[in-house]
């Protein structure tokens, strides 16, 4: 709780803590390429139920890019999926 002086009252809030279970990334388009502008990509992590939490505040996330073992005998270009 929180107690704020000048007005004498007193602030309360539950706050539930849970284990990530999944997470997703989220953009605005399914496929990347190398030359287009910068994307904003979200990160969204999902407990056991599917529920969303509400903030991911706090965790650090590396990203990388890697070949995708499927699309190996493609023929290289500038898409990043």
């Known amino acids: 709780f929180c107690s704020l002086a000048v007005t004498d009252r ?10 990530i ?3 997703e990334i989220v953009s605005r388009t399914r496929e ?12 969204r ?12 505040a706090g965790l650090t ?6 070949q995708d073992n499927e699309s190996a005998g493609e ?3 500038s898409k990043i999926r």
């Open 61 to 66: 996330f590396g990203w990388s890019i890697a």
């Open 75 to 77: 023929e290289l270009s």
């Open 45 to 56: 992590a999902l407990d056991a139920k599917g529920n969303t939490f509400s903030t991911l």
């Open 10 to 19: 007193e602030l309360r809030c539950d706050v539930k803590v849970n284990v």
């Open 32 to 43: 990347l390429y190398v030359d287009d502008a910068p994307l904003e990509l979200m990160v």
């Open 21 to 23: 279970d999944s997470i």
